[in-house]
Nanobody
Framework: QVQLVESGGGSVQEGGSLRLSCSVSGSVFRINDMGWYRQAPGKERELVAVISSGRSSNYADSVKGRFTISRDNAKKTVSLQMNSLKPEDTAVYYC???????????????????WGKGTLVTVSS
């Protein structure tokens, strides 16, 4: 079974740093976009950053210059380095990956949109 396994997160004071990591477990044919989303209490889930298989990236305006997304295609991982954290960054962070998996020996592929279980980031002032 293909799934995402997240690590990192925790509590930090304003101005501090944290690093989130996420790995794809199981057999996949291809991993396309990988990204991080977050959901703060009482708010909708929002995109934080996304990175393509070619390593082009996009960020939410609120995190530009503070967060950096990276990926290791060989290890099937994506990471989010978060610096200069603010209390408004407090949220549950979710890893997301668009993957293709083989469904039969003839090579037919299925697209899957995978989500991690989420990891809590708390930033105190």
């Amino acid at each position: 079974q293909v799934q995402l396994v997240e690590s990192g997160g925790g509590s930090v004071q304003e101005g501090g740093s944290l690093r989130l990591s996420c790995s794809v477990s199981g057999s996949v044919f291809r991993i396309n976009d990988m990204g991080w989303y977050r959901q703060a209490p009482g708010k909708e889930r929002e995109l934080v950053a996304v990175i393509s298989s070619g390593r082009s990236s996009n960020y939410a305006d609120s995190v530009k210059g503070r967060f950096t997304i990276s990926r290791d295609n060989a290890k099937k991982t994506v990471s989010l380095q978060m610096n200069s954290l603010k209390p408004e960054d407090t949220a549950v962070y979710y890893c997301n990956a668009a993957v293709q998996v083989a469904v039969n020996v003839e090579g037919a592929l299925r697209n899957l949109d995978l989500w991690g279980k989420g990891t809590l980031v708390t930033v105190s002032s």
